[in-house]
């Protein structure tokens, strides 16, 4: 439904450069406000439930180890190690080619240094 709403210029102004900031239109911006205004949308209530899911998370020792299933951190550790290991086998294998004064192509093009 469509609805016309007179206002002072100015405060038209004030109202449009709000919405730009928050990078929404000037009807999605009314549209908030009043949802706030009747209290369909609380801010207290949003800041409550955003800081109760918040505060689901740990941080520090042996928080990643609830959030990943089992396994996985040895075979991201081995694939990590893998590529590890053949990017210094490349940079050698550069370092190498530059003392000769010789061009370096590497094996196949995921691993240049």
């Known amino acids: 439904m469509a609805v016309s709403v007179r206002m002072d210029p100015l405060l038209e102004r ?7 900031r928050q990078g929404v ?8 406000a ?3 205004a009747l209290g369909r949308k609380d801010p207290a209530q949003l800041y409550h439930q955003v800081m109760d899911e918040a505060a689901q998370y740990r ?9 990943v299933p089992p396994g996985t951190g040895d075979r991201l ?9 053949a990017h210094s086998r490349d940079w050698l294998a550069y370092q190498e080619a530059r003392k000769k004064g010789v061009a370096w ?4 093009e995921g691993s240049a240094p």
């Open 25 to 32: 239109t000037k009807s999605q911006f009314i549209i908030a």
């Open 34 to 36: 009043v949802e706030r």
């Open 77 to 85: 550790h081995s694939k990590l190690r893998a590529q590890h290991e």
């Open 59 to 67: 941080v520090g020792e042996g928080a990643a180890e609830d959030s």
């Open 14 to 20: 004030e109202l449009e450069q709000a919405a730009r």
């Open 105 to 108: 192509v590497p094996d196949d």
